[in-house]
């Protein structure tokens, strides 16, 4: 099967679609679901990797992870700063053993991205720019959670780089809107990195399927709706790997209360990922409205506008009260 749309938000409305009306009934180990196997789903725009629906617009938990990976860490409470309640997939309530940063961002020989950007700085052409996640060891003894991907793997063409991730498992709900956020933004990297233009970003996937508890929110989303497609700004041309470790340096400050927002010269790109952070830090403050409109007007693109109004909102309303009596439930699980 093959899906193709140019917005993330188009892309979860027919992959929800599909599984709804086409997927059969499975019983893994997570609960009940309907599954469509063997699919590939192609992202035409990738900047366009945010939903702008009130249900999977996710910015702050997918920024969070996604700097949890460029960080090279597998460290339970960074992530847990963003995605709480992941405490269940951890084997030793510390690390997460199939943490995607050590994998990708670690020591020789897990270095392997600096590698695949030399390979194609080097090689143009070549095939064998290829990341690999999922491990064969990760079968041999027993772990809460191990990669449910494969593979990424970057192509330039035509002047400009493509990438394939390979999935062995994809939950449709709480997984896919993350992983096309972190994927693509780590192809927008790897092509400034090399010095040419984003291409498609398309993923495999060999089980993709929605849990009968998401069932019902599915449904809601497809007939939902959403504001007009808006992708996200492009990153500024040339090396971003400096920019990088400032913002993942800043994000352990803002994250372990020692934070103060980046001095010019920094892009504009990179400070309103800086302040995004602040944004989300400072939400989780009871009736600290004040400080997140502060905040809000250091912003330099509206297309942040939404998430902020919104996460500002929901968590003084609603989650703040799980937040602070430690009854989060978690929005992410391994597929």
Sequence with gaps: MY??????????????KQILERGITIKPSKGDAREISGILLKL????????????????????????????????????????????????????IY????????????????????????????????????????DTLTFH???????????????????MLTSMRSNDAWLGLPHDVFTFTMIQELVARSVGIELGEYKHAVGSLHLYNKHQDKALRFVSEGWQTRRPMPPMPKGDPWASVKSLVAFEKKVRTGHGAMP??????????LATLLSIHKASRV???QPEIRRLKRRIHDDVYSTYIKRHGKLLSEKDQLSIFNGSTAPIKEPA
């Design 263 to 272: 001095t010019p010269p920094i892009d504009p790109y990179w400070e309103d």
């Design 286 to 288: 009871p009736n600290n």
């Design 44 to 95: 035409s725009a990738p900047r366009a990797r945010l939903s702008r629906s009130e249900s999977r617009g996710l910015l702050f938990s997918c920024l969070g992870e996604l700097l949890w990976i460029l960080a090279g860490s597998d460290r339970l409470d960074f992530i847990q700063h963003y995605i709480p309640g992941y405490d269940e997939f951890s084997d030793d309530q510390k690390t």
């Design 98 to 137: 199939g943490a995607y940063g050590p994998r990708l961002f670690g020591k020789v020989p897990n270095d392997q991205v600096p590698r695949v950007i030399q390979l194609l700085k080097d090689k143009r052409d070549s095939r064998q720019a290829v990341l690999q996640l999922f491990d064969r060891t």
């Design 3 to 16: 899906i193709a749309a140019d917005s993330l938000d188009d892309l979860l409305l027919k992959v929800y």
């Design 144 to 162: 809460k959670d191990v990669p449910c991907t494969c593979t990424l793997q970057f192509m330039v063409r035509d002047s400009r780089l493509h």
